[in-house]
């Protein structure tokens, strides 16, 4: 690519520029043009240059009631700055923002008021990544479309508006020979990578790394291309982690509450609590009608917790697996059951206990079948206050994972806290 000669009245298109030789005939320049091969010319043709502008964020991030891409700066919404800036670059033919249904009138007025031109509107997404496919459907070129197909698509941050008309034209043009680029910038901040126990495990060597950064580029039909691929598989893991994360804020407690009310299983019920103070955690009995329990599978949830408190055998689990697998609640989520063992090794043989409860792998098999996921969980019991309290917030930590996780190579597992 040739710069403009100085003194030019306009900015650098995309694609190499055909300069005559000072001092040379203009007739013979166009005479070797003209000798130039198809496939030459084609290279000098400048690509057809578009953007889109995902501007469907909620502000959540930010804290504030109004999305920051319409939040006034300079006495005018930030979003403004943007497409202005955009709008400077001549070589970018259309503009194409993915906003909300309900903003998308307040949109309309922003453009109608500071007059900006060659922009279109389309709905965003439920996601960053749905309202970027939507723009970019705006400009596959279908036959009702105002909009052409562009050779390369910009994607940009609505709200970042100090983007530079020379950034912008190396991406592109970077783009334009490799099929994909996007801006970098080196590293300031330290960033680690911490162990599973949430310690520092290593530091990256910031020479060796480089932040991401927009705007990016990509050739419009190999972007379009990935995003037809990848669009459908993205929204099922975002609908999976999401039911995820809303069937686990509940937790059920199965213990026969006519223990002592100073047995240890209540304990384990209260560090529960503490740990994990945005769940809800409810108890119930098994008793012989199973009121208790039928009412809180009407409420739907979908995680318990057995603390086998008569015996430390699988009794009181088994009544529990038996009670879900009528109740067929797993149908449609996986239901998470941890039973929950106090292993008194002083008065039973260790061996022996172990043995028993050993049992739950078999149990599990037969489970899974039914979409229930059980895993054990041994607490050793008596110990001193001390020991007691931190094995009771390992346990916590325990179950909190496993729900959450709902990990189903876990199944059958015996985990000791």
Same mark, same amino acid.
């Given at each position: 690519m040739e710069p403009a000669p100085p003194g030019?009245?306009?900015?650098?298109?995309?694609?190499?520029?055909?300069?005559?030789?000072?001092?040379?005939?203009?007739?013979?320049s166009a005479s070797l043009l003209s000798r130039a091969p198809a496939e030459a010319a084609l290279q000098l043709r400048a690509p057809a240059v578009a953007a889109v502008l995902p501007a469907g964020g909620s502000g959540e991030r930010m804290g504030v009631r109004t999305p920051k891409q319409f939040c006034p700066v300079l006495e005018r919404p930030l979003i403004s700055h943007t497409l202005q800036a955009l709008e400077r670059v001549c070589w970018i033919k259309d503009i194409v923002v993915a906003v909300t249904s309900e903003n998308m009138e307040a949109m309309k007025g922003i453009i109608q008021r500071y007059q900006h031109k060659r922009i279109s509107l389309v709905e965003a997404g439920v996601t960053r990544h749905r309202s970027i496919f939507s723009g970019l459907r705006a400009l596959e070129g279908q036959p009702d479309?105002?909009?052409?197909?562009?050779?390369?698509?910009i994607i940009h941050d609505a709200v970042r508006p100090f983007v530079e008309e020379d950034v912008l034209l190396k991406v592109v043009t970077a783009a334009k020979e490799h099929g994909a680029a996007g801006a970098i910038r080196p590293l300031v901040s330290t960033v680690i990578s911490p162990s599973a126990d949430g310690c520092l495990d290593h530091s990256l060597e910031r020479a060796e790394h480089r932040a991401s950064?927009?705007?990016?580029?990509?050739?419009f039909d190999v972007i379009y291309e990935a995003y037809q691929q990848v669009t459908y598989k993205r929204d099922l893991y975002a609908a999976e982690s999401i039911i995820k994360e809303r069937i686990s804020q509940q937790i059920c407690i199965v213990m026969d509450t006519k223990e002592d009310e100073e047995h240890v299983g209540h304990h384990l019920e209260e560090m529960l609590k503490n740990e994990l103070n945005h769940v809800k955690i409810t108890s119930g009995a098994l008793s012989h009608t199973g009121r208790d329990l039928q009412q809180i599978i009407l409420e739907q949830c979908y995680?318990?917790?057995?603390? %086998?408190?008569?015996?430390?055998?699988?009794?009181?689990?088994?009544?529990?697996?038996d009670v879900l697998k009528e109740s067929n609640l797993s149908i449609?989520?996986?239901?998470?059951?941890?039973?929950?063992?106090f292993l008194d090794y002083k008065s039973v043989p260790f061996g022996q206990k172990m043995e028993n409860l050993?049992?739950?792998?078999?149990?599990?098999?037969?489970?899974?079948?039914? %979409?229930?996921?059980?895993?054990?969980?041994?607490?050793?019991?008596?110990q001193d206050e001390q020991n007691l309290q931190d094995s009771l917030r390992q346990g916590a930590t325990i179950i909190a994972t496993l729900i959450k996780e709902r990990n189903s190579g876990l199944v059958g597992q015996l985990l000791v806290a």
């Open positions: 030019g009245s306009g900015p650098a298109e995309p694609g190499p520029r055909l300069r005559g030789l000072r001092g040379a005939d203009p007739a013979a479309s105002q909009l052409s197909k562009p050779d390369v698509v950064e927009m705007p990016q580029a990509f050739l995680n318990f917790v057995c603390v %086998n408190v008569m015996t430390s055998e699988l009794e009181e689990t088994q009544k529990l697996l449609l989520y996986p239901v998470v059951v941890i039973s929950v063992h050993m049992q739950i792998r078999e149990f599990a098999k037969e489970v899974k079948k039914r %979409n229930i996921l059980l895993c054990g969980l041994i607490i050793y019991y008596p």
